[in-house]
């Protein structure tokens, strides 16, 4: 559970009480409902973290909604975007094991998150991490409900795969980008689950140059 839980929790359920010592226990029960949603909202399951070289895990649970290979800085990239709903968990995490190189807040609009325009013009936190040969840069996007954005680790950190970072509250959506070559694992209209779905299997920068060479040098 989320702390975020029990802060908003604890005043509704404070108010259920006295609503229903002060009326009748039935005008309590819209307030313990909302109290109960708030709990439920910000629960924080274990997930089982992949572990095998290069993976890409989600940085959070929902629906894969848009796959794209962009040109970003003159080196392309696939994009893939996640839509959290209001049902999904909320809790970010790491895609990789690495170091936060760069955390960019940026000030924007609430556009609906399924909007492909959200993710330039909504508020938004993008975040780079860097290790094991590998840059991932991912994007904590506000959406239509979302209003706030928290992220925990600061830059020169060191992350690992799945590590739980910061959440959205309300509503949302993440974007990860990392290298074009990478072998995409998932499709358009999957489930996926933070820290523990595969979005993508990255080859470590030079890693296959390296390997090249090693096999070179082994022949002679």
């Not at 040109?71 to 709903?85: A, D, K, V």
């Not at 492909?116 to 996007?141: C, H, P, R, W, Y």
């Not at 928290?150 to 993440?174: A, M, N, T, Y």
Request: charge should be positive; glycine fraction near 10%.
């Amino acid at each position: 559970m989320v702390r975020d839980g029990y802060l908003y929790a604890a005043p509704l359920l404070a108010a259920a009480v006295l609503v229903g010592w002060l009326t009748t226990p039935a005008w309590a029960i819209p307030a313990l409902l909302l109290a109960f949603f708030f709990l439920w909202f910000f629960r924080d399951p274990e997930r089982a973290i992949p572990q095998e070289a290069g993976a890409v895990v989600s940085p959070g649970d929902g629906k894969v909604t848009d796959i794209a290979q962009l040109n970003t800085g003159g080196e392309p990239q696939n994009r893939i975007s996640i839509f959290l709903s209001v049902f999904d968990v909320h809790v970010n995490r790491s895609p990789i094991a690495g170091v936060v190189r760069n955390v960019r807040y940026q000030r924007g609009q609430y556009l609906n998150a399924m909007n492909q325009a959200s993710a330039e013009l909504n508020e938004q936190n993008i975040v780079t991490v860097v290790g094991d040969g590998q840059t991932v840069i991912f994007k904590q996007i506000a959406g239509l409900l979302a209003r706030r954005i928290v992220f925990h680790p600061k830059v020169g950190d060191r992350l690992e795969r799945g590590q739980r970072v910061g959440l959205i509250k309300f509503g949302s959506r993440v974007d990860v980008l990392f290298d074009a070559s990478a072998r995409v694992n998932v499709k358009i209209g999957d489930r996926v689950k933070g820290g523990a779905t595969v979005l993508a299997y990255v080859q470590p920068q030079g890693g296959l140059a390296a390997a090249e060479t090693h096999a070179v040098e082994r022949a002679h």
